[in-house]
């Protein structure tokens, strides 16, 4: 229900555009998130971002770098990324949980196949 697109290769200091299409239910009162796997590593938390106020929350280390958007009426949710670095590489996911906003992980309900973005030096 969650399909997360706009993944690629860049070089370091560029950008990129995510989005993420939710079909099969509105997601009224869902907060959005983009979460981020590295090979090896753990998911992490990159952005969120609340239904109603807009309200959003950034992982320091992606802060003043991207930022996260929602059109509630096109069902989408888009993560700018700006001045990337070859440790933004990661596949990173799309997820909704009801409710709050929210950086653990295992508090979202759904989860997107995942896109990777791939950032060379």
């Known amino acids: 229900q969650l399909q997360a697109s706009g993944g690629g290769l860049v070089q370091a200091g560029g950008s990129l555009r995510l989005s993420c299409a939710a079909s099969?239910?509105?997601?009224?009162?869902?907060?959005l998130g983009w979460f981020r796997q590295a090979p090896g590593k753990v998911r992490e938390f990159v952005a969120t971002v609340d239904w109603s106020r807009g309200s959003t929350w950034y992982a320091d280390s992606v802060k003043g770098r991207f930022t996260i958007a929602r059109d509630n009426a096109k069902n989408t949710v888009y993560l700018q990324m700006n001045s990337l670095t070859p440790e933004d590489t990661a596949v990173y996911y799309c997820s909704a949980k009801f409710g709050a906003i929210s950086s653990i992980t295992t508090s979202y309900d759904y989860w997107g196949q995942g896109t990777l973005v791939t950032v060379s030096s």
């Open positions: 099969g239910s509105t997601f009224s009162n869902y907060a």
